[in-house]
């Protein structure tokens, strides 16, 4: 941790020479890094990517670039499949159904 901030160092390290230094992958050093400035501030300073919800077109935060989610909360997220289901039913139903 004082070598990632550069406390009582030269300059701060990057989380690739952390990882080198201990024989880590940075992706472990990255989360190693994160529980402990969680632990010490008691502020969770996971890093947070803004999106906007497909649905309402609201904003909101994921806690992953991985995360493939697309609305701001569970009742966007439901009617997003609502829609999609109506959309995937009606075109099956194209083809017998008038309606
Ligand atoms: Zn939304």
Request: hydrophobic content about 30%.
């Amino acid at each position: 941790m004082r070598r990632y901030y550069g406390i009582a160092q030269e300059r701060a390290w990057s989380r690739r020479e952390l990882a080198r230094e201990f024989g880590l992958s940075t992706g472990r050093v990255e989360s190693l890094v994160n529980t402990a400035v969680t632990h010490l501030t008691g502020v969770d300073v996971a890093p947070r990517f803004d999106r906007l919800c497909v649905l309402c077109g609201g904003r909101f935060t994921v806690r992953s670039r991985l995360s493939r989610r697309g609305t701001c909360d569970s009742r966007c997220e439901t009617e997003l499949k609502r829609w999609a289901g109506r959309a995937t039913a009606g075109a099956r139903a194209r083809r017998t159904d008038t309606r």
